[in-house]
Nanobody, 125 residues
């Protein structure tokens, strides 16, 4: 059984930075697309960014382009989300997700088969 465990969330002031990590266990995901989603209170879970298996292809939602960066270390079975210049509207629970059998990235919740438990990111103004 695949397990994804996120870490690195917390409280930060607007303009600050955080780095989220997502460590996978139970199966190597070096050949699988992985992504980050977020969910704010009262809102649906939304796509943030995703990476192909190699990290050579990535995709971002418009509101985080130039501020967030996804990367992965396949040797460690870990994916990262570097978040810079954070804004209050980035406040949400952030979820790591992995595709079970696809090497490319996806933008929909249904594109992913495995999910972490989430980590809270709170940006104060």
């Amino acid at each position: 059984q695949v397990q994804l465990v996120e870490s690195g969330g917390g409280l930060v002031q607007a303009g600050g930075s955080l780095r989220l990590s997502c460590a996978a266990s139970g199966r190597t995901l070096s050949n699988n697309g992985m992504g980050w989603f977020r969910q704010a209170p009262g809102k649906e879970r939304e796509f943030v960014t995703a990476s192909s298996w190699s990290g050579g292809s990535t995709y971002y939602r418009d509101s985080v382009k130039g501020r967030f960066s996804i990367s992965r270390d396949n040797a460690k079975n870990t994916v990262y989300l570097q978040m810079n210049n954070l804004k209050p509207e980035d406040t949400a629970v952030y979820y790591c997700a992995a595709r079970g059998w696809a090497s490319g990235w996806g933008v929909g919740v249904g594109d992913y088969d495995y999910w972490g438990q989430g980590t809270q990111v709170t940006v104060s103004s």
